[in-house]
């Protein structure tokens, strides 16, 4: 199993800016597309971004252009920088080893983010 460890959340005005992280402990995280899901109580999780062991990414249509991802293969970490922030960003963020379905049952405790002024 992986341990996912998210961080960076808060409270942020529309229009900000905001840096999540995720650690995924695994020895195989260098091989891994690893995908940011988010989640509103009461609805489904759903895919953000993912990005691959080579870098390529992809991004729901919702945070297209506003979002990117990257990643630190020596940190086993990967990142979530959203810009011009939305108050529909509002939700809990999670990590996950995927493309974009979620390979582990496993969730981390995800980091919550609150877009409002």
């Known amino acids: 199993q992986v341990r996912f460890v998210e961080s960076g959340g808060g409270l942020v005005q529309p229009g900000g800016s905001l840096t999540l992280s995720c650690v995924a402990s695994t020895p195989f995280f260098d091989i891994y597309t690893l995908s940011w899901y988010r989640q509103v109580p009461g609805n489904q999780r759903e895919w953000v971004a993912w990005?691959?062991?080579?870098?390529?990414?992809n991004f729901a249509d919702s945070v297209k252009g506003r979002f990117t991802i990257s990643r630190e293969n020596a940190k086993k970490t990967i990142y979530l920088q959203m810009n011009n922030c939305k108050p529909e960003d509002t939700a809990t963020y999670y990590c996950?080893?995927?493309?974009?379905?979620?390979?582990?049952?496993?969730w981390g405790q995800g980091t919550q983010v609150i877009v409002s002024s």
């Open positions: 990005i691959t062991h080579d870098n390529d990414t």
């Open positions: 996950n080893v995927g493309r974009p379905q979620p390979k582990f049952d496993s």
